[in-house]
């Protein structure tokens, strides 16, 4: 019976685990919802994420290895109010992957990223990769947006972490989140993202450019007839004509035509 115990309280906690984080990665707006699996004064401990909103909650600090100075590496948030507060500014720039980044670059691409649905994150949990010690449990996962594309990004953001939770003997709520994932490899890839829509936006303009040289080219230049048939007066001038290009001419009540030389 220990045994069957044991297991039936590993897939709760595994469930658990994966609920936190599709309520986070979906934005859950049911306060309701979190509240069933996180336990009053619940911590989540992640990576400061600069580029993007973050919470004003409490902060780790460490200092380098010489122990001079010191910098902020994590945050840490505390009951369901803050984490609902954090989940929110996650989700707001998530919008941005497909929305206001890509804007620019045309109108059709800007109506098509406001009908498209919101970005999410779509979580992957392997129960290959989750070990219970106790009360104290382990999981990694892979997670990437889902929806970036349909908005008008060029790709999804991937990337990997883990998180260890503690739990409640009693009720099989969260005590505590620690998550770690890497911060750095996001930036870089939004990063890269903006690298495109400037690239994109380049191309665009130089195509413009072309097109408008090419049009340009297309137009000749007119010519200009001069008649040097020289009236019986001295100092008289034949009449002047324009040549358009279709070879039609305009001239006066007399016939000019053009030099053969």
């Known amino acids: 019976h220990e ?3 044991n297991r ?6 595994f469930r658990v685990m994966e609920e ?9 707006l049911n306060a309701a919802r979190w509240v069933a699996i996180l336990e009053d004064g619940f911590m989540f401990t992640l990576p400061r994420t600069p580029y993007r909103r ?19 590496v994590e945050q840490v948030l505390r009951g369901a109010a803050a984490v609902i507060e954090d989940s929110a500014h996650l989700s707001t720039f998530l919008q941005s992957f497909g929305g206001s980044m890509m804007s620019s670059l045309s109108s059709s691409t800007s109506a098509a990223a406001a009908a498209a649905p919101q970005v999410q994150i779509v979580y992957k949990c392997d129960r290959k990769r989750f070990f219970m010690d106790g009360n104290v449990t382990f999981m990694d996962f892979t997670a990437n947006t889902l929806g970036a594309v349909a908005r008008g ?6 990337f ?11 009720s099989n709520k969260l005590i505590s989140i620690d998550m770690t994932f890497d911060s750095g490899s996001i930036a870089q890839q939004i990063e890269a993202l903006g690298n495109v829509v400037v690239s994109s936006m380049n191309d665009a303009a130089t195509t413009a450019a072309h097109e408008a040289g090419a049009l340009l080219d297309s137009l000749q230049m007119p010519q200009m007839y001069v008649d040097k048939t020289v009236g019986s007066e001295a100092g008289a001038a034949g009449p002047v004509s324009v040549s358009s290009d279709d070879g039609e001419r305009s001239t006066d009540s007399s016939s000019a035509a053009p030099i053969n030389s």
């Open 3 to 5: 045994a069957q115990r």
């Open 153 to 158: 990004a060029p790709n999804e953001v991937v």
């Open 54 to 72: 973050m919470v004003d909650g409490e902060k780790s600090w460490s200092s380098d290895v010489y122990g001079n100075g010191s910098s902020c």
């Open 160 to 170: 990997k972490g883990s998180m260890s939770a503690l739990f409640s003997p009693a």
């Open 8 to 13: 039936e309280q590993r897939e709760v906690r």
């Open 20 to 28: 936190f984080l599709n309520l986070r990665g979906r934005n859950e």
